[in-house]
């Protein structure tokens, strides 16, 4: 947010809200969800309205859903003996501008478990306030793969796989005109560190020859795409067919004919000898 935006929309709470009597304050968190991506930082903006010193208060992150600690200000100093587990060594309070009220929170790395509601928490001896605030993790996974089978009837079965997305992506398949084609199959399924690993399939006959399949994060509408051109996939997936299937119906035919042939001279030697054999003694 540009400054004078804060400016105004703080005038503007200042106006909607009962001015505080002395002492209070509101607290005021990220006015919009925050998106945070697996793997970097996120920084949890939070400040006190009007300005004031909050060095000498209290200040706290929670989260709900798991209910917990996150991070704990006081006394001048971080104390995190009850901050939740899976934050241990994440967080790092920023408290450069506190004297004027502004702190945040950082978190890094950032985990898929991090996505939820926050609260952070302001006290001072005789007052205390919170904001509220949302946060969503994402995470855009690696370039899609397509592998080609080809099928018993001349089709041709595609599957195509992408691993590392947060939350569950969209994933499509399109023809070279950009329709959808509908899939066979389509499975989804988060590894053991949250992230989803994609895997659809899709049977084409020889006609649609050309398309693409398409992860899509639906947080950051950021899209990830694999094409497949069947005419390149086709002729070298023959070339083995040919080779272990024809080769061997020519030699089983050459075979065949050499034998035919074989017998086929023997019993006219045999025939001869027995014709001129005869003529031979008369
Ligand atoms: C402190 O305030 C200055 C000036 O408004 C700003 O540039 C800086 O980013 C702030 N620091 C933090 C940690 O918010």
Not at 27 to 41: H, Q, R, S, T, Y
Not at 104 to 113: F, G, Q
Not at 114 to 140: P, W
Not at 213 to 234: H, M, Y
């Given at each position: 947010m540009q400054p004078w935006c804060v400016g105004i929309s703080t005038l503007l709470l200042s106006a909607l809200l009962p001015w505080p009597g002395t002492g209070q304050f509101h607290v005021i968190g990220p006015g919009a969800p925050v998106i945070a991506l697996i793997g970097k930082e996120a920084v949890l903006p939070c400040h006190l309205s009007p300005v004031?010193?909050?060095?000498d208060m209290d200040v706290s992150w929670y989260r709900s859903h798991?209910?917990?600690?996150v991070h704990h200000y006081s006394t001048s100093q971080?104390?995190?003996?009850?901050?939740?587990?899976?934050y241990r060594g994440r967080t790092e309070f920023l408290k450069e501008n506190i004297t004027k009220g502004q702190v945040a929170l950082r978190i890094h790395?950032?985990?898929?478990?991090?996505?939820g509601e926050y609260r952070c928490f302001f006290a001072s001896s005789t007052f205390y306030n919170e904001a509220q605030f949302k946060i969503l993790v994402t995470g855009s996974g690696t370039a899609p793969q397509i592998y080609i089978e080809p099928g018993y009837t001349g089709e041709m079965k595609l599957t195509c796989t992408s691993t590392g997305w947060y939350p569950e992506p969209e994933v499509q398949w399109r023809d070279v005109r950009g329709q959808r084609l509908t899939s066979a199959s389509e499975t989804k399924t988060a590894a053991e560190n949250g992230l989803f690993h994609v895997e659809t399939s899709i049977t084409v006959d020889t006609r649609s020859r050309d398309g693409s399949c398409t992860i899509r994060n639906?947080?950051?509408?950021e899209e990830k795409e694999a094409q497949f051109s069947l005419s390149d996939a086709v002729f070298p997936r023959l070339w083995p067919w040919i080779v272990g299937f024809a080769v061997p119906l020519c030699l089983l035919a050459a075979g065949t004919t050499f034998s035919v042939l074989f017998v086929c001279t023997k019993r006219r030697k045999r025939l001869i000898k027995k014709q001129y054999g005869k003529l031979f003694w008369i």
């Amino acid at each position: 947010m540009q400054p004078w935006c804060v400016g105004i929309s703080t005038l503007l709470l200042s106006a909607l809200l009962p001015w505080p009597g002395t002492g209070q304050f509101h607290v005021i968190g990220p006015g919009a969800p925050v998106i945070a991506l697996i793997g970097k930082e996120a920084v949890l903006p939070c400040h006190l309205s009007p300005v004031m010193d909050a060095e000498d208060m209290d200040v706290s992150w929670y989260r709900s859903h798991p209910t917990g600690q996150v991070h704990h200000y006081s006394t001048s100093q971080d104390l995190i003996e009850h901050q939740r587990h899976e934050y241990r060594g994440r967080t790092e309070f920023l408290k450069e501008n506190i004297t004027k009220g502004q702190v945040a929170l950082r978190i890094h790395p950032i985990l898929p478990s991090d996505a939820g509601e926050y609260r952070c928490f302001f006290a001072s001896s005789t007052f205390y306030n919170e904001a509220q605030f949302k946060i969503l993790v994402t995470g855009s996974g690696t370039a899609p793969q397509i592998y080609i089978e080809p099928g018993y009837t001349g089709e041709m079965k595609l599957t195509c796989t992408s691993t590392g997305w947060y939350p569950e992506p969209e994933v499509q398949w399109r023809d070279v005109r950009g329709q959808r084609l509908t899939s066979a199959s389509e499975t989804k399924t988060a590894a053991e560190n949250g992230l989803f690993h994609v895997e659809t399939s899709i049977t084409v006959d020889t006609r649609s020859r050309d398309g693409s399949c398409t992860i899509r994060n639906p947080v950051l509408r950021e899209e990830k795409e694999a094409q497949f051109s069947l005419s390149d996939a086709v002729f070298p997936r023959l070339w083995p067919w040919i080779v272990g299937f024809a080769v061997p119906l020519c030699l089983l035919a050459a075979g065949t004919t050499f034998s035919v042939l074989f017998v086929c001279t023997k019993r006219r030697k045999r025939l001869i000898k027995k014709q001129y054999g005869k003529l031979f003694w008369i």
